[in-house]
């Protein structure tokens, strides 16, 4: 018994509220102690000389010890003699014990019960060990102490009057050991005090993790056997055990293995089939979708059976275990390359091929059998996995289209081609995809909100021709492309292409570049209108010169002109429309404002930002706009806080500082 409170808690005269009278008796007649006092600290223990338990640990060698808290650290006992012999076995020692003793031990004077073979302890007398203080806490900080260990030991030899349980040692096969005949020899040493009963032997082909006799009556009076191996497989994993009866009451056992496995690799031993490793059937995906494909994958080894290499593995997909049909399965591939080893992963998959070409792939449940030859020509036993086909689902989604840009096109640029990216499902993914809608709106709408559907491609054409959408038609247009698959899902695609167009008069016109153009070359932005000349007001390349002029007379031109930036003077030959297309810019476009004036451009088609918005945006202190009838420059100071500004048009915008300004679209 051990416990630090125990005689504290039982005894009437601790104030104890475990305290009972049968708690009480208990002490008495049971642990044959009577309560002396719970001191509130020890700092060690010390054995009481000549005592077979704790005699070794008298002064000087005594013990630490480590309390569980303060008052928690054991109790003081006197002993009781009650109808046998009480010896004391250790005392409290240091911090503010009394140095008292602290356990017993007790015999009793005569035997209990009636001897009987099938009885073990009856005929014997009585014995008690009350450890009133925790043996865990002495050298409490010391992990696995060896003094502790011997406490215990001690104790239970007294109990067992004084038997030491005999020592048994396997000396051979002690591991790394290959045996390829048909005997082999073990031998073991025993150390047994009071002398052997009888000796068993047994085996283990798996490591130890199950024993299996060798011979269950080896006798007393030998310590080697001559081990009869012919009728075992081969294996590299088996090891013995002894295990040594004394001739004790009770008897007692000491037993020993093999330190290690050792092989056993005789020609013709391997007689049994490899093993398919339980849980190592694997169905990927599972389930699987009808139109899908599938993976089989299994270990099969032969490590511990024969011990020859893998030749082959093989799979059945059916409801009951194909008995009888060894080698006519489907043959699986091992990962490595090679069936050249005692352990192969193996797999198999359909290789592209729909799961429901296959004979079994209906849907429902299914079980795959996987089991292997080995290089002795032994087929193993089967293990198996099930998994589940599933109806191929509906089509719930088709990849959008993207990257939608225009261009005019045709004769007199009357038409608009829009070319975009196809769709990831047109020609590869799920190639379903069978056309490309086209919806086209004429005021601009982030969301497409009110476009309508003006025709389609077919699937695998990236371009869609807006016939008599260009020049020529004043208005301005909006596109957006929709992939469209067989199941009728749609996906629009990121982005809008447009066209603008704006009618020119004859003489001086301030323009700008609303779209994102796939050319922004002179005579391309402005291959609409019959010109003659175009200025470009920019001090950042010569502030003493900061008009740049293009001349068609002269033949050559400063390119950059015509970005979605800046605001031009245009001189018109004739009237008629400025048209282009390319993409919308989205969200917005960010013009950088220099101080001092700066003509720029509004490239969004916003129909609601006002002078106030641009005022307060930039901190201008003045914005001029184009008027045909202010004289002498066809400029109007804007004063109007509610004017809108006009999409393609130009502006004068005069800053104090520089600024960035950002245009929002839509």
Same mark, same amino acid.
Not at 139 to 150: H, I, L, M, S
């Given at each position: 018994?051990?416990?630090?409170?125990?005689?504290?808690?039982?005894?009437?005269?601790?104030?104890?509220?475990?305290?009972?009278?049968?708690?009480?008796?208990?002490?008495?007649?049971?642990?044959?102690?009577?309560?002396?006092?719970?001191?509130?600290?020890?700092?060690?223990?010390?054995?009481?000389?000549?005592?077979?338990?704790?005699?070794?640990?008298?002064?000087?060698?005594?013990?630490?010890?480590?309390?569980?808290?303060?008052?928690?650290?054991?109790?003081?006992?006197?002993?009781?003699?009650?109808?046998?012999?009480?010896?004391?076995?250790?005392?409290?020692?240091?911090?503010?014990?009394?140095?008292?003793?602290?356990?017993?031990?007790?015999?009793?004077?005569?035997?209990?019960?009636?001897?009987?073979?099938?009885?073990?302890?009856?005929?014997?007398?009585?014995?008690?060990?009350?450890?009133?203080?925790?043996?865990?806490?002495?050298?409490?900080?010391?992990?696995?102490?060896?003094?502790?260990?011997?406490?215990?030991?001690?104790?239970?030899?007294?109990?067992?009057?004084?038997?030491?349980?005999?020592?048994?040692?396997?000396?051979?096969?002690?591991?790394?050991?290959?045996?390829?005949?048909?005997?082999?020899?073990?031998?073991?040493?025993?150390?047994?005090?009071?002398?052997?009963?009888?000796?068993?032997?047994?085996?283990?082909?798996?490591?130890?993790?199950?024993?299996?006799?060798?011979?269950?009556?080896?006798?007393?009076?030998?310590?080697?056997?001559?081990?009869?191996?012919?009728?075992?497989?081969?294996?590299?994993?088996?090891?013995?055990?002894?295990?040594?009866?004394?001739?004790?009451?009770?008897?007692?056992?000491?037993?020993?293995?093999?330190?290690?496995?050792?092989?056993?690799?005789?020609?013709?031993?391997?007689?049994?089939?490899?093993?398919?490793?339980?849980?190592?059937?694997?169905?990927?995906?599972?389930?699987?979708?009808?139109?899908?494909?599938?993976?089989?994958?299994?270990?099969?080894?032969?490590?511990?059976?024969?011990?020859?290499?893998?030749?082959?593995?093989?799979?059945?997909?059916?409801?009951?275990?194909?008995?009888?049909?060894?080698?006519?399965?489907?043959?699986?591939?091992?990962?490595?390359?090679?069936?050249?080893?005692?352990?192969?992963?193996?797999?198999?998959?359909?290789?592209?091929?729909?799961?429901?070409?296959?004979?079994?792939?209906?849907?429902?449940?299914?079980?795959?059998?996987?089991?292997?030859?080995?290089?002795?020509?032994?087929?193993?036993?089967?293990?198996?996995?099930?998994?589940?086909?599933?109806?191929?689902?509906?089509?719930?989604?088709?990849?959008?289209?993207?990257?939608?840009?225009?261009?005019?096109?045709?004769?007199?640029?009357?038409?608009?081609?829009?070319?975009?990216?196809?769709?990831?499902?047109?020609?590869?993914?799920?190639?379903?995809?069978?056309?490309?809608?086209?919806?086209?709106?004429?005021?601009?709408?982030?969301?497409?909100?009110?476009?309508?559907?003006?025709?389609?491609?077919?699937?695998?054409?990236?371009?869609?021709?807006?016939?008599?959408?260009?020049?020529?038609?004043?208005?301005?247009?909006?596109?957006?492309?929709?992939?469209?698959?067989?199941?009728?899902?749609?996906?629009?695609?990121?982005?809008?292409?447009?066209?603008? +167009?704006?009618? &020119?008069?004859? %003489?001086? /016109? $301030? !323009?700008?570049? =609303?779209?994102?153009? @796939?050319? *922004?070359?002179?005579?391309?932005?402005?291959?609409?209108?019959?010109?003659?000349?175009?200025?470009?007001?920019?001090?950042?390349?010569?502030?003493?010169?900061?008009?740049?002029?293009?001349?068609?007379?002269?033949?050559?031109?400063?390119?950059?002109?015509?970005?979605?930036?800046?605001?031009?003077?245009?001189?018109?030959?004739?009237?008629?429309?400025?048209?282009?297309?390319?993409?919308?810019?989205?969200?917005?476009? +960010?013009?950088? &404002?220099?101080? %001092?004036? /700066? $003509? !720029?451009?509004? =490239?969004?088609?916003? @129909?609601? *930002?006002?002078?106030?918005?641009?005022?307060?945006?930039?901190?201008?202190?003045?914005?001029?706009?184009?008027?045909?009838?202010?004289?002498?420059?066809?400029?109007?100071?804007?004063?109007?806080?509610?004017?809108?500004?006009?999409?393609?048009?130009?502006?004068?915008?005069?800053?104090?500082?520089?600024?960035?300004?950002?245009?929002?679209?839509?």
């Amino acid at each position: 018994m051990v416990s630090h409170d125990v005689a504290w808690a039982s005894h009437p005269a601790s104030g104890s509220q475990f305290w009972t009278p049968k708690n009480y008796a208990f002490l008495k007649d049971s642990l044959k102690s009577e309560w002396l006092d719970d001191p509130l600290d020890w700092g060690g223990i010390e054995g009481v000389i000549g005592d077979p338990i704790g005699g070794i640990y008298a002064p000087p060698n005594t013990l630490l010890y480590e309390e569980f808290r303060n008052g928690g650290a054991g109790d003081e006992v006197t002993a009781l003699a009650a109808g046998g012999t009480t010896d004391y076995v250790f005392k409290s020692l240091g911090g503010v014990s009394n140095n008292d003793n602290c356990a017993i031990r007790w015999v009793s004077s005569m035997a209990n019960g009636t001897a009987d073979p099938n009885i073990t302890w009856g005929g014997y007398p009585s014995k008690v060990v009350a450890f009133f203080f925790e043996l865990v806490q002495i050298n409490y900080f010391t992990v696995d102490d060896p003094e502790r260990g011997d406490i215990v030991n001690k104790t239970i030899i007294w109990l067992l009057d004084g038997s030491y349980h005999p020592i048994a040692e396997v000396s051979h096969p002690n591991g790394g050991e290959v045996f390829s005949g048909a005997t082999l020899d073990v031998y073991w040493n025993v150390t047994a005090p009071v002398g052997v009963a009888n000796q068993s032997l047994f085996y283990s082909d798996d490591s130890g993790q199950t024993w299996k006799p060798i011979d269950l009556a080896v006798g007393n009076a030998t310590n080697t056997y001559a081990w009869d191996i012919s009728g075992l497989p081969n294996g590299d994993d088996y090891m013995v055990k002894i295990i040594v009866e004394d001739s004790s009451t009770p008897p007692l056992n000491g037993t020993d293995t093999s330190d290690s496995t050792f092989s056993i690799f005789r020609p013709g031993g391997d007689t049994v089939g490899p093993v398919t490793v339980p849980g190592s059937v694997r169905v990927t995906p599972n389930p699987v979708i009808e139109t899908g494909n599938v993976t089989f994958d299994a270990i099969v080894t032969d490590e511990l059976k024969g011990d020859s290499n893998i030749a082959m593995a093989e799979y059945f997909v059916q409801d009951t275990e194909p008995i009888g049909l060894n080698g006519t399965g489907v043959m699986m591939a091992p990962k490595d390359g090679s069936y050249d080893s005692k352990l192969e992963n193996v797999t198999w998959d359909t290789g592209g091929t729909p799961v429901k070409n296959f004979g079994w792939g209906t849907v429902g449940p299914h079980t795959v059998w996987v089991h292997g030859l080995d290089a002795s020509g032994n087929w193993g036993p089967f293990y198996n996995a099930t998994f589940h086909i599933i109806p191929t689902p509906p089509d719930r989604r088709v990849l959008p289209p993207s990257g939608i840009t225009a261009d005019l096109s045709g004769v007199a640029f009357a038409d608009v081609t829009l070319t975009y990216t196809l769709s990831g499902d047109d020609g590869a993914g799920e190639n379903d995809v069978v056309r490309y809608d086209i919806y086209r709106g004429t005021t601009y709408d982030a969301f497409g909100t009110g476009y309508i559907n003006i025709g389609n491609s077919p699937a695998g054409t990236n371009t869609y021709v807006d016939g008599n959408a260009g020049n020529g038609d004043g208005s301005n247009y909006f596109y957006y492309v929709v992939a469209v698959d067989d199941d009728g899902n749609e996906n629009t695609g990121i982005g809008q292409a447009g066209k603008y +167009t704006r009618w &020119l008069t004859a %003489g001086v /016109n $301030l !323009v700008s570049n =609303p779209l994102i153009v @796939n050319d *922004y070359g002179m005579m391309t932005v402005l291959q609409t209108v019959s010109f003659d000349k175009v200025w470009v007001y920019d001090p950042s390349v010569d502030p003493n010169r900061p008009w740049i002029t293009y001349d068609v007379a002269k033949g050559y031109y400063t390119p950059g002109i015509t970005d979605n930036f800046r605001g031009a003077w245009i001189n018109v030959l004739a009237d008629g429309y400025f048209t282009l297309a390319g993409v919308v810019p989205t969200p917005s476009m +960010t013009i950088q &404002l220099e101080m %001092g004036w /700066n $003509l !720029v451009g509004y =490239p969004s088609f916003s @129909n609601i *930002y006002t002078l106030w918005d641009l005022l307060n945006a930039t901190n201008a202190d003045r914005v001029e706009t184009y008027d045909p009838a202010g004289a002498p420059y066809n400029l109007r100071h804007m004063t109007d806080p509610f004017e809108v500004l006009t999409t393609g048009s130009g502006y004068w915008i005069h800053v104090s500082a520089p600024v960035t300004w950002t245009v929002m679209q839509g």
